[in-house]
């Protein structure tokens, strides 16, 4: 079965599956890696919503690359968070030794992903492994140290070192199935704990035992009926300016996302260049927090004030980032504002309550770790196809690289060959293929589909 079947035969039918950085691995210094080598989401199994890690084996083996432990180490951020349980689909060939620097000796290695195995399930949040493939070297690590683990007749096997290790170092000729099949873990080392004749049947025990887990997910209190917006999501795209997206106006977007357009706005006639205020999305009751412009000193001390209600009264947020950019002002208004920020961005990194952030624009400049920015640890961030990421905006990135260009090299022909290039990588650099690729974010989300994926 391929990696997106398992999947299949794993969640509910019928039931949504949300796809966590599926565009991963694209376009890396090492190659192109698709998907990372794994497929990850949160699907309902049996009823219970849980975190789905999947090995794609048809992808170099399943072999696992630096961003492959990103991706692994950020769906059990997720899973932590929101103590889901955890379901592993093994299929892979162990590390790609020749990146091993990158993936085996520091903290957020690969070495990670065990240690969050066992404080999940110190934390009582189930583990539970399905041998499908191999299993090899670290990657052992993930059925041995599973709560309960299944492994499929003559196609799984789970070993440190395989045959052709163990023939270089003892001479010694062994199957895959002899030294680490099923018959030997679930009869002899007791390492796994089911027994499966094939994938299928491996898929529904997996079922069978989320089925039997004594979880219950905190449903949030006071949902309403859910309703939909009086005005088209599908409208969406089109609000979207093809020159100056920053200037996107955030009451079209909400008036587009949130339960019969009603948005109940904190503070309207002050700090007005950012928007505060309650809404109901599929029922649940949120705060919003969305740029209308420049965060001002009025604005950031809004947002902490707004951001603060939400999290003592247990309401979780929804950041609408388009970052604005700033003007340049007189020292002791830019002291002012800088402290009004400092603020915000304190409140905002420990606020307790869930947070999601969608970037619909410009995450530009430092005012964007103030709308939920990576930085400040959101339960989940998505970007629109259009959102750009950057220090400075790339008009003004290329205004200095023009200048310094200017200064340092004189042949014309040869500053615009290099002014090119600098233009084509930034425009890459700052895309948001580029930060999806790289896990900047969980995924590129069609702006129509926002209200979908807030709803899940």
């Known amino acids: 079965m391929v990696v997106e079947d398992r999947v299949k035969a ?13 565009l991963a691995g694209f376009q890396m210094e090492y190659g192109t890696i698709p998907r990372a080598s794994m497929l990850t989401g949160i699907g309902r199994v049996s009823g219970k919503l849980c975190m789905i890690l999947a090995n794609d084996g048809a992808v170099k083996g399943g072999s696992v690359y ?21 379901i592993y689909v093994v299929d892979s060939g162990g590390a790609f030794l020749p990146l091993q620097s990158d993936i085996f000796p520091d903290k957020n290695h690969g070495g990670r992903s065990f240690y969050n195995e066992a404080v999940m399930s110190a934390a009582q949040i189930p583990q539970i492994a399905v041998v499908c493939g191999s299993c090899t070297a670290g990657g052992a690590y993930i059925p041995t140290m599973a709560d309960e ?4 007749h003559k196609t799984g096997s789970v070993f440190l070192g395989g045959p052709p290790l163990v023939k270089a ?31 299928k049947s491996a898929l529904q025990i997996c079922r069978d035992i989320v089925a039997t887990l004594n979880v219950h997910h905190n449903e949030i209190k006071g949902r309403l009926p859910a309703s939909s917006p009086l005005y088209d999501p599908e409208e969406i795209s089109s609000l979207v300016p093809s020159s100056e997206q920053h200037k996107l106006d955030m009451y079209q977007v909400i008036g587009r996302l949130v339960d019969r357009s009603l948005f109940h706005e904190f ?33 950031a001390s809004k947002g902490a004030h707004f951001v603060t209600l939400c999290n003592e009264r247990g309401i979780p947020i929804l950041f609408l980032q388009n970052t604005w950019p700033e003007t340049p002002l007189e020292a002791a208004v830019h002291a002012n504002q800088l402290k009004c920020q400092a603020q915000m961005m304190a409140i905002v990194s420990c606020c307790s309550v869930p947070k999601i952030t969608v970037v619909v624009g410009n995450a530009v400049g430092l005012t964007h770790y103030l709308m939920g ?5 959101p339960s989940f961030i998505f970007s629109w196809p259009n959102s750009i990421r950057c220090m400075e905006s790339p008009n003004s990135i ?8 200017g200064l340092t090299i004189h042949d014309e022909d040869k500053r615009k060959e290099l002014l090119a290039k600098a233009r084509a990588r930034t425009a890459s650099e700052t895309s948001a293929v580029f930060a999806s690729s790289r896990m900047w974010d969980d995924g590129i989300i069609l702006p129509q589909d926002t209200r979908q994926v807030g709803n899940n």
């Open 373 to 377: 920015g990576k930085a400040t640890s």
């Open 149 to 152: 683990a299944v492994i499929v």
């Open 10 to 22: 794993l969640i509910d039918q019928g039931s949504p599956f949300l796809e966590l950085s599926p």
């Open 169 to 199: 170092a003892l001479g010694e000729i062994i199957s895959a199935e002899d030294l680490g099949g099923a018959t030997l873990h679930c009869s002899v080392s007791g390492c796994t704990d089911y027994f499966a004749p094939d994938e």
């Open 267 to 299: 503070k309207k006639m002050y700090g007005p260049t950012l928007l505060t205020g309650f809404a109901h999305l599929d029922g649940y009751l949120v705060g919003i927090v969305g740029n209308q412009g420049e965060i001002t000193s009025d604005a």
């Open 398 to 405: 290329m205004k200095a690289v023009s200048t310094n260009l």
């Open 66 to 86: 630096p961003i492959t432990v990103k991706k692994q180490l950020r769906a059990q951020e997720i899973a932590l968070q929101n103590r889901l349980p955890c």
